[in-house]
């Protein structure tokens, strides 16, 4: 039985990018269900602090548990270079720092549900007009910096350039199936059309897809979840093609 230090790897991160896949999927669909989530970050504070209120602790939870598995992914991105023998290859590791930053980014524009945005809605619910007013303003800026900016905008852009960055590894190396690199290379393009209705925030009138952000974000996690079962899977190392062919940076968009 091969027990060396990359089969275990290999097991730990497929097992749980499959895992952060399946259970982001289950808490995403949770806010879907109460909080008509994403449709709902577009609206105006005057009718998300109000439904916010309105879910009560068990929305907040539904927040903090949306955080925390997507922020499991972190685990299995920092792992997957030593689980798949290619830890020395200075590519995938400038990318694998991308893809950890952009689940760093994108935690802190979950987390805002759970430890700002409460805050402002007891606030805005309980005010006078006035108060509602600044409540308001503060609601915006928090939500364009925090969640437009960071957590979208700079968090989507690093994962798809990490996603990219793998998916042409595989193409090249055969190190895992190719349609799962060909696979990941489509659903990242097609996950990239969703910043126009990001840019549109704060460019009126900048073209947007309505189904690039569903589209897109089904089609990575179903992505992710595939390229863990592809390397819970993947043969024994000596099976597979050597690790040591060189993807420079130029090759895949990251610089």
Do not use: C
């Amino acid at each position: 039985m091969d027990t060396s230090p990359t089969k275990k790897l290999r097991i730990a991160a497929g097992g749980l990018f499959a895992l952060s896949a399946l259970a982001f999927a289950a808490a995403a669909t949770a806010l879907s269900v109460m909080f008509d989530w994403p449709d709902v970050l577009r609206e105006p504070a005057e009718v998300v602090l109000p439904a916010f209120t309105a879910g009560g602790p068990a929305l907040v939870w539904a927040w903090f548990a949306a955080a925390w598995t997507y922020g499991l992914l972190a685990i299995p991105i920092l792992l997957l270079p030593a689980s798949l023998g290619l830890q020395g290859n200075p590519a995938l590791k400038v990318a694998t720092y991308a893809g950890a930053a952009s689940v760093l980014l994108s935690l802190i524009g979950f987390l805002r549900w759970v430890f700002v945005v409460p805050a402002l809605a007891s606030t805005y619910v309980a005010g006078d007009e006035q108060t509602q007013a600044g409540v308001a303003a503060a609601w915006t800026a928090q939500h364009q910096f925090g969640g437009a900016l960071l957590g979208e905008h700079l968090g989507q852009l690093l994962v798809i350039a990490w996603s990219v960055a793998v998916s042409i590894m595989i193409l090249r190396s055969g190190i895992l199936p190719r349609w799962i690199g060909a696979a990941g290379i489509i659903t990242s393009g097609v996950y990239l059309l969703n910043q126009g209705d990001i840019l549109a925030t704060a460019v009126p009138g900048f073209p947007v897809w309505d189904l690039a952000g569903l589209i897109g974000s089904t089609g990575w996690g179903l992505w992710i979840a595939a390229l863990g079962i592809s390397i819970l899977i993947k043969r024994s190392a000596a099976a597979s093609p050597a690790p040591t062919a060189q993807i420079h940076p130029a090759h895949h968009g990251i610089a």
